[in-house]
């Protein structure tokens, strides 16, 4: 089992998925994130039925720091409820993996992957 995670987050833009994936990296809670724009959600609402276009994040990160996420996520999201999902990794590139943890904790020893 590896010691990563992805969580993933929809956002209401795209810019608030920069302003909160970049600020997850710098803060060095993620080691990664990757933006998918333009997903389009359809969901109820206080009971009616929305469709919102959205952008998706996906965090790359280690299982020690999920409630780090969590925290950051509520404190920055600009919905009420965010939906933040993560995901257990069965099996990474050991490559990879030793890069992603280490570059969270300040202990990146190579400029590039």
Known sequence: ???LQLA???CASL???RRLGKGAVEAGIVACVSLVPWVESYYRWNGELRAQ???KVVFKLPQNNQELLKEYVLGNSS???PELLFLDISNSLPLYENWAIESCYGNVKSESV
């Open 53 to 55: 276009q959205e952008t």
């Open 8 to 10: 993933t987050l929809s």
């Open 79 to 81: 919905y009420e409820v």
């Open 15 to 17: 810019d608030e998925a």
């Open 1 to 3: 089992m590896s010691t």
